[in-house]
């Protein structure tokens, strides 16, 4: 099986590239998603969580209170403090769940990740693909989907790594300022090229 790494910051258009990759037969683990799965599911992770920001980080239902640990996180600079508890059983579960998915016969396995790079290039990934657009770019794209204002898409954009910066440890770089066709298109190619050096 095949492991990649698909990274970029918000608006490049990684999810449209990953969704390509779905249709084209690729299993794509989204970590955003997942995280908040696990923080939902795992009582374990939840009972940290709870110790580290407070009871207030899950309502009487037990649900996560996206809003209250967004404002502590990223308000209050503690985005680090509350990864470090969630990243560990991320990529745990992740790593469970790839080898599943190959037991299952899936050709090609994809992690989705804006912080996929910051400790290094992983180890386990044979692929790491950055999808990249010039910032005007993803700051309209970005205010379309998510009606944010300038301000707290730049605040946003601060969290994330500079991408540029880590172009060398990726495999392609796919530079997305046209169209989602043409997004598609080199997604397509992409994954021809690595299915084709394994086949």
């Known amino acids: 099986m095949i492991k990649a790494g698909i990274t970029g910051g918000i608006g490049s258009g990684k999810t449209t590239f990953c969704k390509e990759w ?12 997942f995280a908040k799965q696990l923080m939902q599911e795992d009582q374990e992770l939840q009972e940290k969580i709870k110790q580290v920001f407070g009871e207030q980080s899950y309502d009487s239902d037990g649900n996560l209170n996206r809003s209250f640990l967004a404002r502590e996180a990223f308000q209050k600079g503690r985005v680090e403090e509350l990864n470090s508890l969630v990243h560990p059983v991320l990529w745990k579960r992740a790593d469970d769940l790839a080898k599943k998915k190959e ?21 386990d990934l044979d ?23 300038g301000q707290e898409i730049r605040d946003r954009m601060a969290q994330q790594p500079d991408f540029e910066s880590l ?12 169209s989602k066709d043409e997004l ?7 994954l021809k ?3 084709s050096v394994t086949d």
Do not use: W
């Not at 172009?167 to 046209?178: E, I, P, R």
């Not at 598609?184 to 992409?190: C, L, M, S, T, V």
């Open 22 to 33: 779905e249709k084209l037969g690729a299993f794509v683990l989204y970590a955003d998603d």
């Open 167 to 178: 172009a060398h440890l990726a495999d392609f770089v796919v530079l997305n300022s046209g």
């Open 193 to 195: 090229e690595i299915k």
């Open 127 to 149: 692929y790491v693909i950055i999808v990249t657009a010039d910032e005007e770019v993803r700051m309209e794209r970005t205010s379309e989907r998510d009606h944010a204002t």
């Open 103 to 123: 037991l299952d016969g899936v050709e090609v396995f994809a992690k989705e990740a804006a912080i996929l790079l910051s400790n290094g290039r992983p180890e």
């Open 184 to 190: 598609r298109e080199k997604a397509g190619q992409i």
